[in-house]
T-cell receptor, first 110, second 113 residues
């Protein structure tokens, strides 16, 4: 399985943008890039996913490098409720499971 | 819709005891999954099901059994609990396996003494 590398932790100030990086240098052409987040004492929650093009939804934006070896999750205005562990996951198109790494723990300061 | 629910929320077992964790989803999803999460780590897949009556092993299946007798329910069993199975267990479901979102339950915290 292709693996991802994320920083262990990041800090942000409230109402500022946050860029969460993810490296996936061994990604294959059919791997989707998924992002989930896990708030304290809750199950993971879907954030966004993409294949080749940048993606936007109401929660975040996903910027994918042209060579697809890295991606960045962008929270446009961080709030205290965005404090969570963010997981970057690669999923083969017909894969039945997701391999979670340790993720990035985002702290948002007021 | 309740989404994905899990029963119980918390349980304490003694080594060697057995128990069953119940996961239920009301979204008519075909695919269901059981994960475990140990402190400070990401989730690891135990078993999954691609439809009623079918199950398959995930990354860490040893010591667990599962059953999917009804489409909306996915049961995780521990026949003889061990301290190494102390963890938080999450159930998830999805409509299809690939690019689709997985919806997670709130988790079951299990402590094995």
């Amino acid at each position: 399985d292709a693996k991802t590398t994320q920083p262990n932790s990041m800090e942000s100030n409230e109402e500022e943008p946050v860029h969460l990086p993810c490296n996936h240098s061994t990604i294959s052409g059919t791997d989707y890039i998924h992002w989930y987040r896990q708030l304290p004492s809750q199950g993971p929650e879907y954030v966004i996913h993409g294949l080749t093009s940048n993606v936007n939804n109401r929660m975040a934006s996903l910027a994918i490098a042209e060579d697809r070896k890295s991606s960045t999750l962008i929270l446009h205005r961080a709030t205290l409720r965005d404090a969570a562990v963010y997981y970057c996951i690669l999923r083969y198109v017909n894969n039945n499971d997701m391999r979670f790494g340790a993720g990035t723990r985002l702290t948002v300061k007021p | 819709n309740a989404g994905v629910t899990q029963t119980p929320k918390f349980r304490v077992l003694k080594t060697g005891q057995s128990m069953t964790l119940l996961c239920a989803q009301d979204m008519n999803h075909e695919y269901m999954y059981w994960y475990r999460q140990d402190p400070g780590m990401g989730l690891r897949l135990i078993h999954y099901s691609v439809g009623e009556g079918t199950t398959a092993k995930g990354e860490v299946p040893d010591g667990y059994n599962v059953s999917r007798l009804k489409k909306q329910n996915f049961l995780l069993g521990l026949e003889s609990a061990a301290p190494s199975q102390t963890s938080v267990y999450f159930c998830a479901s999805s409509r299809t396996p690939s690019g689709e979102t997985q919806y997670f339950g709130p988790g079951t915290r299990l402590l094995v003494l």
